[in-house]
């Protein structure tokens, strides 16, 4: 087991609905000498590529797409989920779908931001349905930048995006697969790789 | 001029409305190498306090909070402006407005994760208002906890918020604090310290 399984197991909590909380470290209270190991680590799964800008999403990819970059020592760009007064008019834009808040919505980059002279590193804190990451990897694309990777820190195996994605021939890393977890017992389930 | 003066000066553009565009190195592509300055002098100028948490608010105050976190070696806890289903139904929760969506938000912390025993520093990327800021103020009151100070990339002074804070007695740190700009000129005029 890694230490991310480990911290999950001791500190994560399933809910019902196939909801894993890990609000204590990873998405609302943030462990940031486990976002430097998290972030060490893809540096060392992603060592023979290369990376020019790490894309994520707001909000909770930002810390671990922010300390990770560091790492790298990359820009991070941060696709947003609603435009602002400060957004640029011309983006780079994906559907997708947002589990935490059964809403959709649209991901957007400012097009100025992100071009074919890129080689894009995708990171994110959880995939599930995958959305949010194609959603990425759909800007990835409309930009003429090249897909280096995809990072999850945690991925529900049960899920359909992780299959979704190394179908589709991407190089998908996960630091923690989940293949199980019951909300009843408590039990959290790993994939052994 | 400060690092963060000369990047502004040279990067961001004044937009009609009172929008300073930074989003090529703050708020949309992220310079991490900027953000560790930021962080290294946030650790400076906070060096007689104690912290054992910041509190930031999402999104893009979670990038500058995550990197500045690793030179005060504490976790970040970043407010949420919407519950999905991942979030505790015990919340300390204080009402706010966003400049830049134009809308009215609800800043919220799960209880469990801030408490009487913390000593917290607020930090954010802008400081306009002060409506997110005296939320998060709120909040560290609701809580119990000590406000060991407020840390803002850029103020602006133009705006009452800063004002605001500094005239209730908490300690507000702004590594730029801009007076005046305008956008037919393209100018900006910080504010000599």
């Known amino acids: 087991m890694n230490f991310l399984e480990e ?51 707001e909000s909770s990819g930002i810390a671990v797409a922010s300390i990770a970059a560091n790492y790298f020592n990359v820009p991070v760009l941060f696709a947003k989920k609603s435009n602002g007064v400060n957004m640029d008019s011309e983006t780079y834009s994906a559907p997708a779908y947002s589990f935490t808040h059964h809403a959709e919505f649209h991901a957007s980059v400012a097009k100025r931001l992100l071009g074919p002279e890129d080689k894009v590193l995708i990171l994110d804190d959880f995939l599930a349905t995958g959305s949010a990451a194609m959603a990425l990897v759909d800007i990835v694309q409309q930009s003429g930048a090249v ?27 996960s630091i923690a697969i989940i293949d199980k977890m019951d909300a009843e017992s408590g039990t959290i389930e790993f994939r052994k790789l």
Not at 19 to 34: A, E, M, P
Not at 149 to 173: A, D, H, N, S
Request: hydrophobic share 40%.
């Open 7 to 57: 911290r999950i197991l001791r500190e994560g909590r399933v809910l019902p609905g196939g909801v894993l909380k890990v609000d204590g470290f990873l998405n609302h209270l943030i462990d940031t000498q486990l976002l430097n190991k998290i972030g060490a680590e893809f540096r060392r799964r992603f060592e023979d590529v290369e990376v020019t800008k790490i894309l994520t999403i």
């Open 147 to 173: 897909l280096s990777g995809i990072g999850i820190v945690i991925e529900k195996g049960m899920q359909p995006g992780g299959e979704l994605i190394r179908q589709k021939g991407y190089r998908l890393e």
